[in-house]
Structures are given as structure tokens and as C-alpha cells.
């Protein structure tokens, strides 16, 4: 490809890299394999960066992401146990790393919301990640994982169901309202 199209996937697609590895690390639940899936995605991006038409990119790259991370986990199909994630070590969290008692709540509180999105079905784990964490539309999530909207919301209402079965907001939500 030419210097203008290098320059045009540098600007438009390489600054989705961590919209690409949140949701490959929320599929793929081991960040090695995670980055794997996003090289791969990105490489394959690249291939194919000339039948990219404009638009949105973000949804077009996180397609062939999940894509790929399809991909890669019908190929390794050994199951292993999954690394740890900490997300500290990935930007997120206390900066000054003094935990205060709210920091170190707020800390508790992700390491279970994310226990629990692991324990969702893929589609679901997919879908929460897409709409909730990624931000995308209904529409834009359908496209990416090929599936019609009505799947989607369907997905969505069955996760947040599950994720609050989990969580047991529903027990709290009951028990606050008395």
C-alpha cells in the first residue's frame, strides 16, 4: 500500500488499540492470548485496509477482533487457567499507589464486577463489553458481531440479568427500598 494509505490507518485505526485489547482481553480472559488476538486483528487490518470504506473504524477493527479471537480460541482449544489481570499494571488505578479505603473499595468493587463478567456466557461477556465498556450503539454491535439487533438486546437483557444475579444487586436493590 501506498505512504498515504500507511499514514491513513496510523491516524484512524492504530489509536483504537485499546478500545481493540479491552475487548480481546474481556473474550479471550488471559492477556497474552489477548495481545496475540490484537496483533493478529491488527495485521489482518492492515491486509485489508483497502476495502475499508470510511466511516466509523471502530466498529470495522473490533469485528475483526472479535474475529479473531474467534479464531484463536477454536484453534486453541486447550483450555488453561487464566492469568490474573490487574489492573494496575495496566493504567488503571491509584496513580500515587497510597490506597485509601475508598480506593481500595473501589478496587474490590472491579475485581468483582470482572469475576463476574467472566463467568458470563461469550456472547454475553461480548455484548456488555461492546455496549457498556466499548460505548458502541446497538446497531454498531450488531454489525460487529453479525448478529440482528434484536439478538443484541436480548443478549444485553440476559448479561445485565446475570451480572446482577451475580453481583446480588437485586438482594441489595430489594433490601435498600425497605
Known amino acids: 500500500m ?16 485499546d478500545d481493540a485489547y479491552t475487548l480481546a482481553r474481556h473474550l479471550m480472559r488471559d492477556e497474552h492470548d489477548a495481545q496475540d488476538v490484537v496483533q493478529e486483528a491488527y495485521l489482518r487490518a492492515w491486509r485489508h485496509y483497502g476495502s475499508f470504506h470510511g466511516g466509523d473504524a471502530r466498529p470495522w477493527l473490533l469485528a475483526i477482533v472479535r474475529n479473531c479471537g474467534y479464531t484463536w480460541r477454536r484453534g486453541t482449544r486447550v483450555q488453561r487457567e487464566s492469568v490474573a489481570y490487574v489492573e494496575d ?37 461480548e455484548a456488555i463489553v461492546l455496549r457498556e465498556i466499548e460505548g458502541l ?10 448478529t440482528p439487533i434484536g439478538t443484541v438486546m436480548s443478549r444485553l437483557s440476559r448479561a445485565r440479568q446475570r451480572l446482577q ?13 425497605r
Do not use: M, N
Request: aromatic share 2%.
Open 137 to 146: 450503539s446497538y446497531k454498531e454491535i450488531a454489525a460487529v458481531t453479525g
Open 89 to 125: 499494571e495496566h493504567g488503571i488505578g491509584d496513580e500515587s499507589h497510597h490506597a485509601t479505603d475508598a480506593a481500595a473499595l473501589a478496587a474490590s468493587d472491579r475485581a468483582e464486577l470482572r469475576d463476574a463478567l467472566d463467568q458470563l456466557p461469550l456472547e454475553h461477556r
Open 2 to 17: 501506498s505512504d498515504s494509505a500507511l499514514e491513513s490507518f496510523e491516524r484512524i485505526v492504530v489509536p483504537l488499540l
Open 165 to 177: 444475579e451475580t453481583l446480588g444487586l437485586g438482594a441489595r436493590a430489594k433490601e435498600g427500598g
